[in-house]
């Protein structure tokens, strides 16, 4: 069935340091992707989206990049600081089951060490 | 501020004992939905709703029930609760397809 799913629960890096996150999905007919973060105790928080017309997108910070040919989308948090410490999740849009419906993966958690 | 109210934040109650939980955004969304959250495995859709009066099941529908009489607000219902719907919950609203999700602060059930 349809997924979207990340490679790696955990991910830790150094303060300063540049991150990246990955995500896979299986529907090719998804055409909106979205990164979230999550704080502990907290609701998952809109990062940055991106549309299928597009390959790269920034944002402060934060880069997300979307190669079609092998489903594959990623998330770059640059120079990375204490307070990007969270979880991310990654999101697909696409029409499912009669609807358009957002999936989401499992979560990868970003651990930054000082 | 634009947000997606929900509440209570944390409810510790009985099996059997109906409870609701209300959920209201002040964005004009038409889109509205509830997910629930547990460890490993992500957040899975419970009910989402598309429009005043339009409902349907999302992929874990079982033990819940919604309403939407009003735009701003979707309640979840669980009529009669037991403990593996203890998890937490969230509900999101967004403009409308292709756009993202606001959330809510979620609420951390507990049914004993």
């Known amino acids: 069935g349809e997924s979207v799913g990340l490679h790696l629960p955990t991910l830790s890096v150094q303060e300063g340091d540049n991150s990246i996150i990955n995500c896979a999905y299986s529907n090719s007919a998804s055409d909106y992707f979205i990164w979230y973060k999550q704080e502990s105790g907290k609701g998952p928080q809109f990062i940055i989206d991106i549309r299928s017309n597009m390959d790269k997108r920034q944002g402060q910070r934060v880069t997300v990049l979307l190669n079609k040919t092998v489903k594959h989308l990623s998330l770059q948090i640059a120079a990375t600081q204490p307070g990007d410490s969270a979880v991310y999740f990654c999101a697909g849009d696409s029409f499912s089951g009669g609807y358009n419906k957002l999936i989401f993966g499992a979560g990868t958690r970003l651990a930054v060490h000082p | 501020e634009a947000q997606v109210t929900q509440n209570p934040r944390y409810l510790i109650t009985v099996t059997g004992k109906k409870l609701t939980v209300t959920c209201s955004q002040n964005m004009n969304h038409e889109y509205m939905s509830w997910y629930r959250q547990d460890p490993g495995l992500g957040l899975r859709q419970i009910y989402y709703?598309?429009?005043?009066?339009?409902?349907d099941k999302g992929d874990v529908p079982e033990g819940y029930k919604v309403s939407r009489k009003e735009k701003r607000n979707f309640p979840l219902i669980l009529e009669s609760p037991s403990p593996n719907q203890t998890s937490l919950y969230f509900c999101?609203?967004?403009?409308?397809?292709?756009?993202?999700?606001?959330f809510g602060s979620g609420t951390r059930l507990t049914v004993v």
């Open positions: 709703s598309m429009n005043v009066e339009v409902t």
């Open positions: 999101a609203s967004r403009q409308g397809i292709n756009y993202g999700y606001t």
